[in-house]
Structure formats: C-alpha cells, structure tokens
C-alpha cells in the first residue's frame, strides 16, 4: 500500500488530472476537482512529482456536478463529466495560457474568445467503438481493457445506445473483429466499418439486415482490415459517404476521410476562420492538412484564389467535389503529404495560409518553408493539442512571424482535449 495522505487539489492540467501540493512536491489526481480536499493514496513515485488516487473525498468542491453517465471513472473516454461545464471550459483556457506562456515564450499571451459548445452532450458525430472477447464499449484509462457499456453520452443521439446492437451483430461475424467505426452525418445517415485484426474470414451481409440490427438509418458498411495502425479498406456495401451542411455550406464527407467531430462547433469553426479571409483583402489562401475542404472552401469565398493540402486521398477527392457543390471556381486541391507539398506551398506563394495539422503539430521545415513566402502576411493556426501548437508558435516567432491572439473552441466537453485557433502575423 503506497503512502496516504490529505491534499487540496489547486487546479486540472492537461491530461485530465487534478493537481495538489505536498509540501510544495506535485500531486496528480485523476477525477478531482478544484476546491476538493480528498485522502490520496500514493501509487507512483517520478523526479519531481507524484501520482496518487482518491481513497475518500473529504471536502466536495463547488465545481462538482453529478456525472451523467454511470461508466464515468470506468471508461477512458471521458475525464470531466464530474466538473460543472462553464468551469470546463475556464480550465481549458488556463491549459493554453500556461502552454503559450511556458512553452511558447509569450509573456501574456491574448486569449480574446472562449467558445463552449452549444451543447455538452450528444456533440459527437463519430466513435471508434472497441471490441474485446464479447465487450463493446471504450478502452479503459491508460489500459487495453474493454469497459464494456451500453451507451454514451457524448454521441448524437441515434448512435448513443448502438452499443447492445453492436454486440448482437457480433453473433452474426464469423470472428470477432477488434473495433467499430460508427458515424452518423448531418443528414443522419449511418457508415459502419467493420475493423478487424491479422486474419479473418470475409463475410457479406446485406446492408438491410444489418440496418435491422441496429436499429440506425444505415446506408452502408465496410469491412477493414487493421494495417499499419490504420483500418485499410477491404471491401464495403451500400453507399460509403454523407454529407454534412451548415448555414451556407455543404461537405460531402466519405467513410475514409476526416471530419470535424463536434457538429455543434462546425460554423463556429468556419466563421472564426474565414472571418480573417473576409475582413482583410488577401489574394491567395494555402490551407495545409485541409481534410474534405471544410475551411479551404469557405475561406475560397473571400479571397481570390485558394488551394488545400491533404494527404488522404479519400478527403481530397471529398474536397474536390465540395467546391463543386459549393460552386467555387477558384479552388484547387493537392493530395501530397504536407513536406512533400511544400514546393507547391512556395510555388503559389499565399499571402494567407491556414494550417489545421494532427496532434503531432508541424515541423520546423515546414514552418521556416511558410515563414519564407514572400507574400506572406497572415497564419491562422488550428490546433487540437496545445502544447504542439505553443511549440510551433515559438518556432514561428524565431522567424519572425508572432501570435496575435487566440480563441479556446471546445469540441471536446468532458474531455481534458482542447481545440484553439491561434491567429499570427507576420512582422519583418
Ligand atoms: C485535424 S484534420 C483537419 C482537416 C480539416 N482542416 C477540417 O477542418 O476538416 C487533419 C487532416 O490532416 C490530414 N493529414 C494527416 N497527416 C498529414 C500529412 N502529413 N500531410 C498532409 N495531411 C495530413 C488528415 O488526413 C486530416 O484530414
């Protein structure tokens, strides 16, 4: 048994936990709350700090609220169902503060907007849904265990309780497969894929009967095989895209391709991007890692000239269809991976360029390729991990080019996940 002791939790951090101090050594807590006085057990010993469990909460903090769902704690989806919401989103903007302020060298940097989700709940359009000896449910926190549950919370609501008929379906595979990729679009069509791991036998099952299973409006399933760390596709039935809209857009989104996953944020995101391209007369916009042309296409509507980046070449053949349904003329798209692209990135010389890139950030390559446009006036950053994004806005600052101001946008409630738009210009 490790050391017990009691500690006032001060804060959250990124990664979800609660942090307290003992005798001015680091403590983190997972599933606390700021304000809380809670008996820790020690479970783990690093340089510098300590790891510990809640054995008895003493003191309850006012930012406490009931979880809604009876698997939080259990399931590794979620860290914050036990924090009311508008705190959520205060952490959230205090974790990019101390990340542009410690990581990226700016001393009080402008956080000029905080954007909650219209809704906490039912926000998401899409799941990776994990299989294991019958269980269908989330890898557990920091585990490879199955919780097997029976719905979610966070998914819209024709999905949230798919989890039972996903099990039923397993009876009708001829072999388990390790994962399910459900995703409900705006016009809440229903893509399946079915993911499976080494060998297994192929199998074909009309689209219909599975739509009886499950209960969803169904339009097509795939069967994939995991490669690589990535599902690659085998075969699928039905149809193997939908589409989703907003005000003044509409994206035709494959089952192979990426798509935002919060459908309330979707024009939030759009308008405080585009926004930029609207109230400045900029020529060009180069939008790199530009997925189905969510943010390319709207930002086309404002410039003379725009272009997008991608690597998956399902998303550029999305987002070369969607200029079309969104009649632009004047956008192109590149299927290349971002440094590959990065002598047309030269070649067309934006003044504007857009990056929204996966967690991993840029590279400084890529970033001293963006400084050098000759044009160049303006990057409009998207991030979803901030500590990447306030490595990449120091490196931007070596070349001269500075953050202005940045927005928290929450597409992720009850996750420690935060999503930022950093606007930056450039000086010399
Ligand atoms: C966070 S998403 C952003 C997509 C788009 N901006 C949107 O809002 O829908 C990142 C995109 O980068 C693409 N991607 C990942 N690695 C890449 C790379 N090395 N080069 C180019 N694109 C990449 C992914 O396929 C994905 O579409």
Not at 107 to 116: H, Q
Not at 186 to 201: N, T
Not at 205 to 225: C, D, S
Not at 243 to 268: C, G, H, I
């Amino acid at each position: 048994m490790g050391k017990r002791f009691k500690l006032k939790i001060e804060k959250l951090v990124y990664g979800g936990r609660g942090l307290g101090r003992l005798n001015g050594r680091a403590v983190f807590v997972p599933f606390t709350a700021p304000g809380d006085i809670v008996l820790v057990e020690e479970k783990s010993r690093k340089s510098g700090y300590s790891e510990a469990e809640v054995v008895k909460i003493l003191e309850r903090s006012r930012e406490r609220v009931e979880p809604l769902c009876p698997y939080f704690g259990k399931c590794g989806g979620c860290d914050w169902q036990h924090v009311k919401y508008e705190k959520q989103v205060e952490y959230k903007r205090a974790i990019l503060e101390e990340n542009l302020q410690k990581i990226g060298k700016i001393k009080k940097p402008n956080i000029d907007e905080v954007i909650p989700s219209p809704s906490p709940w039912h926000y998401r359009n899409r799941a990776q849904i994990k299989v294991k000896n019958g269980k269908v449910g989330f890898f557990a926190k920091n585990s490879h265990q199955v919780v097997d549950i029976d719905r979610c919370p966070l998914l819209k609501e024709d999905i949230a309780e798919i989890f039972p008929r996903l099990k039923e379906l397993l009876t009708l595979l001829p072999s388990e497969p390790s994962e399910f990729h459900v995703y409900s679009s705006g016009k809440d069509e229903v893509l399946l894929k079915i993911v499976f791991q080494g060998r297994f036998k192929r199998f074909e099952i009309p689209v219909e009967k599975l739509k009886e299973v499950l209960k969803v409006n169904l339009v097509g399933y795939g069967i994939y095989r995991q490669s690589n760390g990535f599902p690659e596709r085998v075969r699928f039935f039905g149809k193997d895209f939908s589409y989703e809209f907003t005000e003044k857009f509409k994206f035709r989104v494959s089952a192979d391709s990426f798509f935002q996953v919060n459908r309330f944020q979707l024009e939030n995101l759009i308008n405080r991007v585009s926004k930029v391209a609207m109230e400045h007369q900029y020529m060009l916009a180069g939008d790199l890692y530009c997925g189905v042309g969510t943010l390319t296409i709207p930002v086309g509507r404002y410039v003379h000239r725009a272009f997008g980046i991608e690597a998956n070449f399902s998303a550029v053949s999305d987002a070369l269809y969607n200029k079309d349904i969104n009649g632009l003329r004047n956008v192109s798209f590149y299927c290349r991976e971002t440094e590959e692209g990065l002598p047309i990135l030269k070649e067309h010389n934006p003044d504007l360029v857009i990056v929204d890139p996966p967690r991993s950030g840029l590279n400084e390559k890529i970033i001293k390729t963006i400084a050098n446009l000759s044009r160049l006036k303006k990057v409009v950053y998207v991030s979803c991990n901030p500590s990447t994004l306030a490595r990449d806005i120091a490196t931007f600052h070596r070349y001269g080019i500075n953050m202005e101001r940045a927005k928290v946008i929450d597409m992720f409630p009850q996750t420690f996940h935060v999503e930022t738009i950093a606007y930056l210009r450039k000086v010399k």
